[in-house]
């Protein structure tokens, strides 16, 4: 027993590193939940609708983080469903992919982000700390908007050649989480943009915005249009959406500077 | 607007009725609660389990003492409120831990031998812990999983703090039983 207590002092550091590893299921967003039972009746426990956030806060390092496939290393308990909802995580760029059927949403959602605001592209590079890159290839947009008090900017393009584009911009390099899709992996594909990596995800699939606190914002879920493209450069991580085949989002991207 | 309130005015407010500083502390406590909820063995139940014990935090508010902080007083009820699912499902949830299992950053860091090394390590240490019996898992999650001190993890537990000594002490015990076999040219003890 003579080494024990250096043992001890070697593996708690291990296990403090592990805790931060282990998978956790996504949690709920329980406010609206939690706050309608304080109002009302003495109400009765109450299954929230299946909203699911990314749970596990990983660290906020920049790098293409893919987390494909989990191991299941412990006797499980889980039911089949529950097992599909966290067996596929994968983070990129301020981005979380999950292989999930995803929430339903609810009917109340307005499909917008927190706090948007309309505004300059002058205006808004000063309100965000990110730079704003415009793809030459599209031009100055026909709109921009700043949501929630500067953390995510978005350039509109109502009419381009292939209908309505949307970019989203924010610091995905260092904010650990601020949308999440609901999508299957066999529709991503890694691509190469600007000698960085991308991700391309074909086919609309469920977004939601995940706010500071590490909660989806429930009323933001929508469902996107056409193609998506995410890639990162070192300042700011850039999410292109519309019905653009993936060599024209490429080309677009490309020119974004 | 909603940042700028911390958790003592949060909790003074909402002791005084007001939903939406409760709400902030519902946003800001609802991931770690149901991390605490799910690894201290609630399972898929994890999400009822969290809203149970806000609203039951949110009743019992003016025990909460003044200054005190509000996280482990959270998770005492999160722990009280998975002992009480655990005892109506008449059977402890085995706890299923997991790590993901691919990862790679876009540059090549350590060589693979070398991650898949230390891979392996860290799955052997995860079904150590998984296979720890009950009491001795719920103090290692709570130490070190959530990472509270001794204090908090008595609190959290409602034990004294003598046990969550002597508890941790037989917990890591017990894991390097487990795991000291496997390893080599390993001295062993007794």
């Known amino acids: 027993m003579a080494d024990r207590t250096e043992w001890q002092r070697a593996v708690e550091p291990q296990l403090r590193a592990l805790g931060r590893e282990i998978e956790v299921p996504p949690a709920s967003d329980l406010t609206a939940v939690v706050r309608q039972r304080l109002e009302g009746h003495a109400g009765r426990r109450r299954r929230v609708p299946a909203l699911r956030a990314g749970a596990l806060r990983r660290r906020p390092v920049w790098r293409a983080a893919l987390v494909v496939g989990v191991a299941v290393l412990a006797v499980l308990v889980a039911t089949p469903q529950g097992r599909a909802v966290i067996s596929h995580v994968l983070r990129f760029a301020g981005i979380e992919l999950r292989q999930a059927p995803g929430p339903v949403r609810s009917p109340g959602s307005s499909a917008s982000l927190p706090g948007e605001r309309q505004m300059s592209l002058e205006e808004a590079r000063r309100q965000v700390s990110f730079p704003i890159l415009v793809p030459a290839a599209l031009g ?39 949308f999440q899709k609901f999508v299957h992996f066999g529709d991503v594909t890694p691509v190469e943009v600007n000698g960085t990596k991308g991700l391309w995800i074909k086919g609309p699939h469920l977004l939601m915005y995940v706010t500071r606190d590490g909660v989806p914002a429930t009323a933001s879920a929508r469902l996107t249009k056409g193609n998506t493209l995410i890639w990162g450069t070192r300042q700011v991580a850039l999410r292109l959406e519309g019905k653009l085949g993936q060599r024209t989002a490429l080309s677009i991207a490309d020119s974004a500077h | ?13 909402a002791v005084g ?27 898929e139940d994890s999400d009822d389990v969290v809203q149970e014990a806000f609203v039951k935090a949110f009743r019992h508010l003016s025990r909460f003492r003044v200054g005190e902080p509000f996280g482990p007083w959270l998770l005492r009820i999160v722990t009280n409120e998975t002992k009480n699912l655990t005892r109506s499902r008449r059977r402890r949830a085995a706890l299923a831990l997991r790590l993901p299992s691919a990862e790679s950053s876009g540059t090549a860091a350590a060589g693979p031998a070398d991650e898949l090394l230390a891979a392996e390590q860290r799955a052997q240490l995860v079904a150590a ?34 046990s969550v000594k002597s508890r941790t002490s037989r917990a890591l015990n017990r894991l390097r039983g487990q795991l000291v076999p496997r390893e080599q040219n390993q001295v062993l003890d007794g």
């Open chain 2, 1 to 13: 607007m909603r940042r700028a309130i911390d958790d003592a005015e949060a909790v003074d407010r």
């Open chain 2, 17 to 43: 009725g007001d939903l939406d500083a409760y709400g902030v502390l519902v946003a800001r406590y609802t991931l770690r609660a149901h991390r605490a909820a799910f690894l201290l063995g609630a399972g």
């Open chain 2, 129 to 162: 812990v998984s296979a720890l019996p009950h009491t001795e898992r719920q103090v290692l999650v709570c130490r070190y999983f959530l990472d509270l001190s001794e204090a908090e993890t008595a609190q959290v537990l409602e034990w004294p703090l003598g």
């Open chain 1, 140 to 178: 100055r947009p026909g709109e921009v908007v700043v949501s929630d008090g500067g953390r995510v900017a978005s350039l509109v393009y109502s009419r381009t050649p292939y209908g309505k584009v949307l970019i989203d911009e924010f610091a995905g390099h260092l904010d650990p989480i601020l």
